[in-house]
């Protein structure tokens, strides 16, 4: 199974200031139609995950503009521009080229 | 609107079985694939369970496998998650989700514990 590897695990942020999590895959993740399905979850305590980030780079539908997602073959990252309160919550970098569909661990984002 | 609803959780015996639902409208569930994931209390997400959309494919974790069974029915708009000799890290929150790559919508779940 493709292996996702999260850092940092937990990240204290300042209201206002960025943030930015990793996610590597152990192999590539782009599919043999050409797309890399690397997707970004947010979960809030109690709440379902929520998509932010499909296809590496594209924001869903109601996503602030302050998320961005980048990279490609087996290095991505999530950025937050400028944290807000409601950015709190747990991050999950997700790949769905290959079976079995593998998560990261999750980056607990909580402010300072 | 796409609307995802698990139903069929409760509490379970080591060794015993349960059958998930998940009904699916908003959207023609004939032609789309449909998943299984869950969440253990406190821990992170693991894919379960892939059942194409003619359910000429289906795919399973390693450690589901030959114990859970995915299925649908297409008269219903219901993808089912048949489980078996259930073990005790099955404990968890189980959600459906649409489609082979596209996880824009998820249910609230629905918690299956498995205890003595």
């Known amino acids: 199974d493709v292996v996702m590897t999260q850092s940092p695990l937990s990240l204290p942020v300042t209201l206002g200031q960025p943030a930015s999590i990793s996610c590597r895959s152990s192999?590539?993740?782009?599919?043999?139609?050409?797309?890399?399905?690397l997707n970004w979850f947010h979960q809030r305590p109690g709440q379902s995950p929520r998509r932010l980030i499909y296809?590496?780079?594209n924001r869903d539908s109601g996503v602030p503009d302050r998320f961005s997602g980048s990279g490609s073959g087996t290095d991505f990252t999530l950025k937050i521009s400028r944290v807000e309160a409601e950015d709190v919550g747990v991050y999950y970098c997700m790949q769905a080229t290959h079976f079995a569909l593998t998560f990261g661990g999750g980056t607990k984002v909580e402010i300072k | 609107q796409v609307l995802l609803v698990e139903s069929g959780g409760g509490v379970v015996q080591p060794g015993g079985s349960l059958r998930l639902s998940c009904a699916a409208s908003?959207?023609?569930?004939?032609?789309?694939?449909m998943q299984w994931f869950r969440q253990p209390p406190g821990k992170g997400l693991e894919w379960v369970a892939f059942i194409r959309n003619d359910e000429s494919d289906k795919y399973y974790s390693d450690s589901v496998k030959g114990r859970f069974t995915i299925s649908r029915d297409i008269s219903k708009n219901t993808l089912y998650l048949e489980m078996n000799s259930l073990r005790g890290e099955d404990t968890a929150v189980y959600y459906c989700?649409?489609?082979?790559?596209?996880?824009?919508?998820w249910g609230q779940g629905t918690l299956v514990t498995v205890s003595s």
């Open positions: 908003g959207f023609t569930f004939s032609n789309y694939a």
């Open positions: 296809k590496v780079s």
């Open positions: 989700a649409k489609g082979r790559v596209d996880f824009g919508s």
């Open positions: 192999q590539s993740l782009v599919h043999s139609d050409g797309n890399t399905y």
